[in-house]
C-alpha cells in the first residue's frame, strides 16, 4: 500500500488544519494508520493512531484536545484535525500504517509511511 499525506501549509497561531493521508493500492481500513511529528533535529514523535477495523483511537498525552484522528472509509483516507496551532507544532507530519490493525501504541511497528507534509506555524 502508498500513503499520501497532504494538506500542510503556512498557517498563524491559533489558526487550524486538516491533515490528509490517502491510501492506494490498499484499504486503509484494514490496517493501524499513525500520525508523527517530525521536528528539526529530533526524531518522529508519535501524535496519535487509530485502529484499522474498530475505530479505538490513542494519543500522545499532549496532543489530546488539540489533535484528533478520524477516518473515512469511502474516501480510504484518515485524518488529523490540528486545532489552535502553536509554533512547537511546526514541522513535517506523516502518516503510517501498521498491519497489526489493533496496536495503536506509541512505539508500534510501522509497515509503511507517506512522503510527510509540513507545517508552518507562525505569524
Known amino acids: 500500500v502508498q500513503l499520501q499525506a497532504f494538506g500542510g501549509g503556512s498557517v498563524q497561531p491559533g489558526d487550524s488544519l486538516r491533515l490528509s493521508c490517502t491510501a492506494s493500492g490498499g484499504t486503509i481500513s484494514t490496517y493501524t494508520t499513525a500520525w508523527f511529528l517530525q521536528i528539526p533535529g529530533q526524531g518522529r514523535q508519535f501524535l496519535a493512531a487509530?485502529?484499522?477495523?474498530?475505530?479505538?483511537?490513542n494519543y500522545r498525552a499532549n496532543a489530546k484536545g488539540r489533535f484528533t484522528i478520524s477516518r473515512d472509509n469511502a474516501k480510504n483516507t484518515v485524518y488529523l484535525q490540528i486545532d489552535n496551532l502553536k509554533p512547537e507544532d511546526t514541522g513535517v507530519y506523516f502518516c503510517?500504517?501498521?498491519?497489526?490493525?489493533?496496536?495503536?501504541?506509541?512505539?508500534?511497528?510501522?509497515?509503511?509511511w507517506g512522503q510527510g507534509t509540513q507545517v508552518t506555524v507562525s505569524s
Open positions: 487509530i485502529s484499522g477495523g474498530d475505530t479505538l483511537t
Open positions: 503510517a500504517a501498521r498491519f497489526r490493525r489493533l496496536d495503536i501504541s506509541p512505539g508500534g511497528a510501522n509497515d509503511y
